[in-house]
Structure formats: C-alpha cells, structure tokens
C-alpha cells in the first residue's frame, strides 16, 4: 500500500510562488508516475501535471505550463509542485496520486493512491 501525505499549501497573493511536497511511504513500487490534481469549487479533479520515474516524461495542464515545475526525489520519497505567478484560478485542493503504470495520464481512475490533499487559496 503506497501513502501519501501533502504539504505547504496556504493562502497568497496573486503572483505569488508556494511549494507543494508529497510525502511517499509504504510500498513505492506503485509509485511509477506521480502526479498532482486540483480540484476547484463546483469543479471536476483535473490533472495539473505528472512525472514519470527513471527519467521518463513530465507533463503539464496547459493552464500551468511556464508556471508550474514538478520534481521528484526517489531517495527522500517526495514529489514538489513548485507554483509561481500564482492566479486566483489557481485556487482549489491540490492533491498528490500515484500510478504503477508508467505514463503521465489525466484519468484519476489511472492513479490508485492519492493523498488527502491540500488547499491552496490564491486572492486576486
């Protein structure tokens, strides 16, 4: 069983920066691709973006790119978003997931462990 904690959520400004890190643990296998959703007020959970371990690809929501860096370290067992030039469109739960299959995907029923999330508020 792969668990998930996320942290470093909060409330900004618009055109501010915040760092999201998951926490990993527990059986890591089923960690191939991690990746962050967001789920805004009244809003279906969207994929933000997705890595693929072992230098396999990264990618984005179009709405993030330039914006948004994910990374990983499988040493420490922890994925960062890093958020800059945060928008109030921006504002939703962020959450981390885990895949055992190896490709970025934007079906949450592909990821079969996720975190209990964190909110991120951005004020205009």
């Known amino acids: 069983q792969v668990r998930l904690a996320e942290s470093g959520g909060g409330r900004v400004q618009a055109g501010d920066s915040l760092i999201l890190s998951c926490a990993v643990s527990?059986?890591?296998?089923?960690?191939?691709?991690m990746a962050w959703f967001r789920q805004a007020p009244g809003k279906e959970r969207e994929l933000v973006g997705a890595?693929?371990?072992?230098?396999?690809?990264?990618c984005y929501a179009d709405s993030v790119k330039g914006r948004f860096a994910i990374s990983r370290d499988n040493a420490k067992n922890t994925v960062w978003m890093k958020m800059k030039s945060l928008k109030a469109a921006d504002t939703a739960g962020y959450s981390c997931?885990?895949?055992?299959?190896?490709?970025?995907?934007?079906?949450?029923?592909?990821?079969?462990?996720w975190g209990q999330g964190t909110e991120v508020t951005v004020s205009s």
């Open positions: 997931a885990a895949a055992p299959q190896g490709r970025c995907s934007s079906l949450v029923r592909a990821y079969t462990s």
């Open positions: 527990g059986r890591t296998l089923g960690t191939v691709t």
């Open positions: 890595t693929v371990w072992g230098g396999g690809s990264i």
